[in-house]
């Protein structure tokens, strides 16, 4: 009840100046900016750079010996849609009542509420991508969320952000449908495969039919899937195996639309010149591997590898607790070869390009939105720890008033 009473209380942010100045500045977009200032007017970032002018009445906040990043940005969460206590009444992410739902949106099961938002921000995440669940092969259609402290839906939605669809292969739909009544039995790969093709051709034979003089009824499910067909919508993959991976870009190929990006693709380093060829980008684990059989080929060095065949890569979290230290799951990528900016961009700017909003936020640059995080040491430090964190220019949390 106290997280409600704190909801409500919440007044919008008043538009003002804001001046860090002495920050170490990370943008994301160039060299590190040493002793830098970053002005904030009205939400957007004004200026960036060293000796800035300070407006006149501007809010100043000396960051002498504190570090600067753009806010980070995880494009694979489940926040909202199972949120915290967890249980059964808090499990919406999947609607796991046959393969193909990609008329749902992932926007109608997120809870305002969630405990999980607060503790995001306090790691430093001002966007996620809240995506359905894996149990089906066409899950439905994911949400792009600032994570503003807000009572209602819209206030939160990230509006730049185009639509995405979340779609999987693999163990998990052959899991849940390997029992299910005969009309929706799916018990091999090669049901799953055969099933996607079998409704993509449903979509274009239902293209074809709206063209007669008597059209059926609409399909909101076929509607969906011919703007998948037609790149009107991000397609992002859950996928682990190379043989599921290429097996759907058969799929994608057959019918003609991209795979903006793998979601866990923890084998995508066997496949990294097939991933580059589509221009898909991969989004995956730091070391999460073994859990199940697909897995199992997981290694650290999937995250590099890809990188290195130029491949934009954002380490993601798929978990309400990863989320709060994705700083330091891309930390750990410079154990096997990654630079401090691959690690910076993989949780900025190269997730803001695989939802899209790359114009809007992913790094410190005049025109973006004033989405930031101040730590009071390097960020790729286990030691560090969030001071502040910005969502258009708002402060939405400050450590000082959260101890």
Request: glycine share 8%.
């Amino acid at each position: 009840m106290s997280l409600l009473i704190a909801l409500l209380s919440l007044p919008l942010a008043a538009a003002h100046d804001l001046a860090i100045q002495h920050a170490t500045v990370l943008t994301a977009a160039g060299p590190a900016i040493v002793d830098g200032t970053v002005i904030v007017h009205d939400g957007v970032i004004a200026a960036v750079g060293v000796g800035v002018p300070v407006p006149a009445g501007a809010e100043i906040l000396d960051a002498t010996g504190k570090f600067l990043i753009p806010g980070i940005i995880d494009p694979h969460s489940h926040m909202g849609d199972y949120s915290w206590p967890d249980g059964g009444g808090h499990g919406d992410g999947n609607e796991a009542t046959e393969p193909f739902t990609p008329r749902v949106w992932a926007g109608d099961s997120v809870d305002l509420e969630d405990p999980a938002f607060a503790l995001a921000r306090a790691g430093g995440v001002t966007t996620i991508q809240v995506l359905p669940g894996s149990a089906n092969l066409i899950g439905g259609r994911s949400v792009v969320l600032k994570l503003r402290p807000r009572r209602l839906l819209d206030q939160m939605i990230f509006a730049a952000a185009p639509a995405g669809i979340k779609m999987a292969i693999g163990e998990n739909p052959k899991r849940v449908y390997g029992n299910a009544t005969d009309d929706d039995q799916i018990q091999t790969r090669m049901g799953e495969f055969a099933a996607l093709r079998a409704e993509f051709q449903a979509a274009l034979d239902y293209r074809e039919a709206r063209k007669r003089a008597s059209p059926p009824p609409r399909d909101l499910d076929l509607d969906v899937l011919l703007d998948v067909i037609d790149d009107k919508i991000l397609v992002h993959l859950h996928c682990y195996e190379t043989n599921d991976i290429l097996g759907f870009y058969r799929i994608a190929d057959q019918f003609g639309f991209h795979i903006q990006s793998l979601q866990h693709g923890l084998e995508a380093y066997k496949v990294r010149d097939v991933v580059k060829a589509h221009g898909t980008m991969l989004a995956t684990f730091s070391d999460w591997w073994g859990f199940k059989l697909e897995s199992w080929d997981a290694i650290p060095q999937n995250a590099v590898l890809a990188t290195q065949a130029g491949i934009p890569v954002s380490i993601h979290s798929d978990s309400a607790s990863f989320v709060q230290r994705l700083n330091l799951e891309a930390a750990k990528m410079i154990r096997y070869g990654w630079t401090e900016d691959d690690a910076l961009k993989s949780v900025t700017l190269w997730p803001a390009m695989m939802l899209g909003v790359q114009a809007r936020v992913g790094s410190i640059e005049v025109g973006k939105d004033a989405d930031l995080v101040l730590y009071d040491k390097d960020p790729f430090s286990v030691y560090a720890r969030v001071q502040r964190t910005w969502i258009d220019g708002e402060l939405v949390y400050d450590r000082a008033e959260a101890q």
